[in-house]
């Protein structure tokens, strides 16, 4: 299976921060995802990347960008927190080509004050 | 209509019996379906994958798909209180594009 590592498990940031939350995976495949996680709403698609520097927006990009300058690295940015924010950021993986299979990292819970 | 329906629960099983958990989607050219398993506070984990009709078998979990039904279910024999999670059902409209549709999932509650 894929490894895939988050930056942080809990984040605490105040309102209008910058903040950054790192996905990082240990084998080369090519298509990433950020998902947010909310009870109630389940899982909704923030952004994916198919390769380096592209990305596409899901279901709810609005309040975040994205980076992916190396294969390995796709990062999550909140470029103004709020509170609205809060929630459990899923960062997952899709496996070998032909596959399909998405494998998630643990998550990062984030709370916005 | 949600394009993929789960039943939110709770099911409750006793330890030791059948749990069976379905799931319906609205696209009919869906090519993929999987089922992930997420403890409370945890991230969602892999349990099975299904491409074609019929059943797959892994273990004590058994996927089950019917393409004309829209329909999609997993059966977990002989539950163990460890079961307890919640299960997502996942489904993939377009294998080039790699994204998934998630239900709301069901929470499973096996009693010993």
Not at chain 1, 31 to 50: A, V
Not at chain 1, 62 to 81: D, H, M, N, P, W
């Amino acid at each position: 299976d894929v490894k895939v590592t988050q930056s942080s498990r809990y984040l605490v940031k105040r309102t209008g921060e910058k903040v950054f939350l790192e996905c990082v995976q240990d084998m080369d495949h090519e298509n990433m995802f950020w998902y947010r996680q909310d009870p109630g709403l389940g899982l909704r698609l923030i952004y994916f990347s198919y390769d380096v520097k592209m990305k596409e927006k899901g279901d709810i990009p609005e309040g975040y960008s994205v980076s992916r300058e190396k294969k390995e690295r796709f990062s999550l940015i909140l470029e103004s927190a709020s509170t609205n924010q809060t929630s459990m950021y899923l960062c997952a993986v899709q496996g070998r080509k032909g596959d399909n299979e998405q494998f998630f990292g643990p998550g990062t819970r984030l709370t916005v004050l | 209509q949600k394009e993929v329906e789960q039943n939110s629960g709770p099911l409750s099983v006793p330890e030791g019996a059948i749990a069976s958990l379905n799931c319906t989607y609205s696209d009919r050219g869906s090519q993929s379906f999987f089922w992930y398993r997420q403890y409370s506070g945890k991230s969602p984990e892999l349990i099975m994958s299904i491409y074609s009709n019929g059943d797959k078998e892994d273990g004590r979990f058994t996927a089950q798909l019917n393409k004309a039904s829209q329909y999609v279910s997993l059966l977990i024999r002989d539950s163990q209180p460890s079961d307890s999670a919640t299960y997502l059902c996942a489904v993939m409209k377009r294998v080039d594009t790699g994204k998934l549709i998630f239900g709301q999932g069901t929470t499973l509650q096996v009693k010993p």
